[in-house]
């Protein structure tokens, strides 16, 4: 049975395998990030993942990855359901994202597209947004209240 946790910094490694795994970076990711991030768990055994990397009241909602045996089953919506609760109580008003192949998932949610000129300066700087993803990603972005 997978439980719902915030992740630990030993989760690393198998956070790294995870994304690997669902063909996203995670080269720039440490210990630090995982205060931010949820995952569905068996002790140290994660399935699907998510987090955020705040910059204020905006945030950069990355790493929603889950293991390709285990999709269609409500992981994905229940984590994103879960790290914008997060988000909001830790004071963030939008979240922004990049996305190669789940552009309509996230529109499902109410993420709308966004030129890349409009995303803030500070997203636009973390290591994710400015190397990682693809330059042909799309942008997205959602007010959270
Ligand atoms: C996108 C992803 C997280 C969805 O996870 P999941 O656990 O399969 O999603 P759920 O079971 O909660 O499905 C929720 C709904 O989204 C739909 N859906 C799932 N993946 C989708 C995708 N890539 N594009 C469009 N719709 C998708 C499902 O059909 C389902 O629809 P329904 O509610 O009408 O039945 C998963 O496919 C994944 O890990 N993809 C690879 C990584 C990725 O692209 N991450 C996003 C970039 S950060």
Do not use: W
Request: proline share 4%.
């Amino acid at each position: 049975m997978f439980s719902i946790r915030t992740s630990r910094p030993d989760d690393l490694p198998a956070l790294k395998t995870l994304l690997a795994t669902c063909g996203l970076p995670s080269e720039d990711l440490t210990a630090q990030h995982l205060e931010h991030f949820i995952v569905f768990a068996q002790s140290s055994r994660i399935v699907a993942s998510v987090g955020i990397e705040k910059l204020g009241t905006d945030a950069l909602l990355r790493s929603l990855a889950v293991d390709p045996m285990m999709r269609g089953e409500g992981f994905g919506n229940r984590l994103l359901q879960e790290i914008e609760a997060h988000a909001l109580r830790h004071g963030v008003r939008r979240l922004y994202l990049l996305t190669t192949s789940a552009d309509s998932f996230f529109e499902h949610h109410g993420y709308q597209r966004v030129e890349r000129s409009a995303v803030p300066e500070s997203i636009r700087n973390t290591t994710q947004y400015a190397s990682l993803c693809p330059a042909s990603a799309i942008c997205m972005c959602k007010s959270l209240s």
